[in-house]
């Protein structure tokens, strides 16, 4: 379990290069100045930031692939739900280059905050969709993340046009990840599964792709 700073920042460390640990630190650095003008993330997790934020979203790169054989070109592009202040999106942006990243922000604060730092980071693999899910150009994706954004029969209902069999979804649920899976259809429960956070003992992350069958019915 990540349960400090030092440790959450070795093991981001492991995981990127020194330009995106770079990236990162300037990351945090605008992130502290401009929870000052909006309340990006709760003040108190600033002092925790690189195991509360940083790794927290740094390892779903771990669950890309698990149990599976899927291949660097099938994880493109990378849709993150409700991206807010960045997190897992830009997290993943900066650690990745070479992953195409879309962050898909309505909340006008947020999106400006978001392209702000796309611009400021350099990361000419991200792009920011600044409306509603709803009015997303549908296209398919590789993966699927969401931190905080909706329940997960919604989160599965509305990104469904996005997602093929191949799409693998990555979704942090904090304590009621079992319980929100646990109350979805068959269907449902027997492509995902709940993986243990390693910043949060108290905290789930639902991790799998929709059937054809799930699909065909959401």
């Excluded at 002092?47 to 740094?58: C, G």
């Excluded at 922000?105 to 350099?122: A, H, P, Y």
């Excluded at 919604?154 to 904090?174: D, H, M, N, V």
Aim: hydrophobic share 45%; glycine share 6%; net charge positive.
């Amino acid at each position: 379990m990540i349960a400090d700073e030092a440790t959450a920042r070795a093991f981001v460390g492991e995981l990127c290069d020194a330009a995106a640990m770079a990236r990162l630190e300037r990351l945090i650095s605008a992130l502290r100045a401009e929870n000052e003008r909006q309340n990006l993330v709760a003040a108190a997790t600033l002092d925790i930031v690189w195991q509360r934020h940083i790794a927290d979203s740094a390892q779903l790169l771990g669950l890309v692939s698990r149990g599976t054989s899927v291949r660097k070109a099938e994880t493109a592009p990378w849709v993150d739900l409700g991206s807010g202040a960045g997190f897992p999106g830009l997290v993943i942006a900066a650690m990745r280059p070479e992953t195409e990243m879309i962050l898909v922000e309505s909340r006008r604060k947020r999106i400006d905050w978001l392209v702000r730092m796309v611009s400021e980071l350099e990361l000419a693999n991200c792009r920011v969709e600044g409306r509603r899910l709803e009015q997303v150009e549908t296209v398919p994706v590789g993966v699927i993340t969401a931190r905080a954004f909706a329940p997960l029969e919604a989160i599965l209902r509305l990104s469904a046009r996005f997602s093929t069999e191949r799409t693998c979804y990555l979704l942090p649920k904090g304590r009621s990840a079992a319980q929100e899976l646990q109350d979805m259809p068959r269907r449902i429960r027997k492509t995902f599964h709940v993986e243990q956070s390693r910043t949060d003992a108290d905290s789930g992350i639902i991790v799998g792709r929709l059937s054809k069958e799930a699909l065909a019915k959401l």
